[in-house]
């Protein structure tokens, strides 16, 4: 079976920087991605990793370690409308992207 | 605007029907996956159709059935519906080539069963 574990939710401040860990147990792996989604709306593309390692993009960080089943996804100087689910998700093979059931982040003043 | 279009945005039906979802995908994408987001739930995969051909299945009810015609559109029938049907049900595409599989979703059809 697939599993992946997200926090619920987290509470950050603006300004400051959040971590969001993923843990994942999935039958393949074919690489990692991170989706952002407000509420309501369709999720957006952050970030991909499919080798160990930190790839930053802008405010954005994302780190996978596959050995250990593990990614995080880092924002720095967090703005208000950062709060949003961001959702960790496994390229499984055969084509199936297996989502978890994200985290969702409030960013207070 | 990630491209993708689809249509309704909202619907209302009551159980025991059955109703149709469309989605256009991006230009040139040959994929399209469905997704269904009930509340709180993350996403569930449904069914991966490319180039006309069902690729993968996920957890799709056998009340729910999906095509892809020639043009690449998609429709995902739900039919014999039951409250628990209530949910956003999401496109998504993406192009064949590239080592990034990004997929892109389309803004969701809210579907409520009454």
């Known amino acids: 079976g697939q599993n992946i574990d997200q926090p619920t939710e987290m509470t950050a401040t603006e300004g400051a920087i959040v971590q969001i860990n993923c843990t994942y147990q999935?039958?393949?792996?074919?690489?990692l991605f991170w989706y952002q989604q407000h509420a309501g709306e369709a999720p957006t593309f952050l970030s991909y990793?499919?080798?160990?390692g930190l790839e930053e993009k802008g405010r954005f960080s994302s780190f996978l370690s596959r050995s250990k089943g593990y990614s995080y996804l880092l924002l720095k100087e967090l703005q208000m409308k950062d709060s949003a689910s961001y959702l960790c998700?496994?390229?499984?093979?055969?084509?199936?992207?297996?989502f978890g059931t994200g985290t969702r982040l409030t960013v207070i003043p | 605007d990630s491209g993708v279009t689809q249509t309704p945005k909202h619907l209302i039906t009551a159980t025991g029907q059955r109703v149709t979802l469309r989605c256009s995908p991006r230009?040139?994408?040959?994929?399209v996956y469905w997704y269904q987001q009930s509340l709180d739930q993350g996403l569930q995969f449904l069914i991966h159709?490319?180039?006309?051909?069902?690729?993968a299945k996920g957890n799709i009810l056998e009340r729910f059935s999906a095509q892809q015609f020639p043009d690449l559109h998609s429709e995902l029938n739900l039919s014999s519906l039951e409250l628990g049907d209530s949910a956003l049900y999401f496109c998504?595409?993406?192009?064949?080539?590239?080592?990034?599989?990004?997929?892109?979703f389309g803004e969701g059809s809210r579907l409520t069963v009454l």
């Open positions: 998504a595409s993406s192009a064949r080539t590239g080592a990034s599989k990004e997929l892109f």
């Open positions: 999935t039958s393949g792996f074919n690489g």
């Open positions: 990793n499919v080798l160990d």
């Open positions: 998700a496994v390229d499984v093979g055969a084509n199936n992207l297996f």
């Open positions: 230009s040139g994408d040959l994929s």
């Open positions: 159709y490319y180039n006309g051909e069902e690729r």
